[in-house]
Nanobody
Framework: QEQLVESGGGSVEAGGSMTLTCEASLYTLMHHAMAWFRQAPGKEREGVAFINTNSIKRYGDSAKGRFTISRDNDKRTVYLQMNSLKPEDTGMYYC????????????????????WGQGTQVTVTS
């Protein structure tokens, strides 16, 4: 069974940057779209960034222009580079693997992802 392992979270001041990493198997990265979701206390899970096996990318509205998702199959890692962080970016960030393979574009709904990491906490202080 695939395991996704996130790391890189922590606390940062508003305006700062942070990079999250998600380790996965080579099979996963070669065949499945990947995504980052986040969830703040009392709020629903929100899609942040999505990337397909052919590196087509999509972003949630809150991430556009500030966050960048990327993948490195050689390192078996998916990254989320976050710049210009705001206090409202605070939350638990989860890496996820799409359920289906062979998709032309990355799916955008959390229900389309069936494998999740344990999450890494990001806290942005003002």
């Amino acid at each position: 069974q695939e395991q996704l392992v996130e790391s890189g979270g922590g606390s940062v001041e508003a305006g700062g940057s942070m990079t999250l990493t998600c380790e996965a198997s080579l099979y996963t990265l070669m065949h499945h779209a990947m995504a980052w979701f986040r969830q703040a206390p009392g709020k629903e899970r929100e899609g942040v960034a999505f990337i397909n096996t052919n590196s087509i990318k999509r972003y949630g509205d809150s991430a556009k222009g500030r966050f960048t998702i990327s993948r490195d199959n050689d390192k078996r890692t998916v990254y989320l580079q976050m710049n210009s962080l705001k206090p409202e970016d605070t939350g638990m960030y989860y890496c996820a693997r799409a359920q289906l393979t062979g998709l032309l574009t990355p799916p955008l709904q959390s229900s389309q992802y069936d494998t999740w990491g344990q999450g890494t906490q990001v806290t942005v202080t003002s």
